[in-house]
T-cell receptor, first 116, second 117 residues
Framework: GAVVSQHPSWVICKSGTSVKIECRSLDFQATTMFWYRQFPKQSLMLMAT?????????EQGVEKDKFLINHASLTLSTLTVTSAHPEDSSFYIC????????????FGQGTRLTVV | AQSVTQLDSHVSVSEGTPVLLRCNYS??????LFWYVQHPNKGLQLLLKYTSAATLVKGINGFEAEFKKSETSFHLTKPSAHMSDAAEYFCVVSENAGGTSYGKLTFGQGTILTVHP
């Protein structure tokens, strides 16, 4: 199946700093990528839909100025957590769909963010 | 609108016995349904998917699921559990026409499967 690579797999940062997470589709083009957040022992919550060449669509309650999303090419989307705080510590996962709505989404390995 | 309910937060079985993970969904449009597995601190791996073809879907690692429209269910089964099946499983729905949910995945709450020797 298609491969989605997410980097880094884990990161520790200090409060107030910014962290960038990359999501790449390695063998297909993804006009749309999705960013999820997963709290311990909970399900995945969609944060935003990343659209190549246009602004991301954020879910209700997600701060767009806090979680900056850039989808500059058909194979790369980035999520930047700005001015990180300990409550931003979480597991972030990206996914991409090859085409249409019938194919499955392919998920990155996830990024464990810890803000100290 | 679409939603998914996984009826059990935890399921515990003995190795070699059958596995049943239950999932009910609701969808305003013709849905696609998926089961994903997640091992600790890992991404999600697709087990199987239903996309309006055969209602009985076979996936990887011996898993299968049956789409029952009348019951709005998509339960995941496996005849014989293996220790390596211990993980968290997510039932996921995606609407395929119209509305603001088009193309979005909605996740169930997850079911943690424990397999005892």
């Amino acid at each position: 199946g298609a491969v989605v690579s997410q980097h880094p797999s884990w990161v520790i940062c200090k409060s107030g700093t910014s962290v960038k997470i990359e999501c790449r589709s390695l063998d297909f083009q993804a006009t749309t990528m999705f960013w999820y957040r997963q709290f311990p022992k909970q399900s995945l919550m969609l944060m935003a839909t990343s659209n190549e060449g246009s602004k991301a669509t954020y879910e209700q309650g997600v701060e767009k100025d806090k979680f900056l999303i850039n989808h500059a090419s058909l194979t790369l989307s980035t999520l930047t957590v700005t001015s990180a705080h300990p409550e931003d510590s979480s597991f972030y996962i990206c996914s991409a769909r090859d085409e249409g709505a019938w194919t499955e989404a392919f998920f990155g390995q996830g990024t464990r963010l810890t803000v100290v | 609108a679409q939603s998914v309910t996984q009826l059990d937060s935890h399921v515990s079985v003995s190795e070699g016995t059958p596995v049943l993970l239950r999932c009910n969904y609701s969808s305003s449009y013709s849905p696609s349904l998926f089961w994903y597995v997640q091992h600790p601190n890992k991404g999600l791996q697709l087990l199987l998917k239903y996309t309006s073809a055969a209602t009985l879907v076979k996936g990887i690692n011996g898993f299968e699921a049956e789409f029952k429209k009348s019951e709005t269910s998509f339960h995941l089964t496996k005849p014989s559990a293996h220790m390596s099946d211990a993980a968290e499983y997510f039932c996921v729905v995606s609407e395929n026409a119209g509305g603001t949910s088009y193309g979005k995945l909605t996740f169930g709450q997850g079911t943690i499967l424990t397999v005892h020797p």
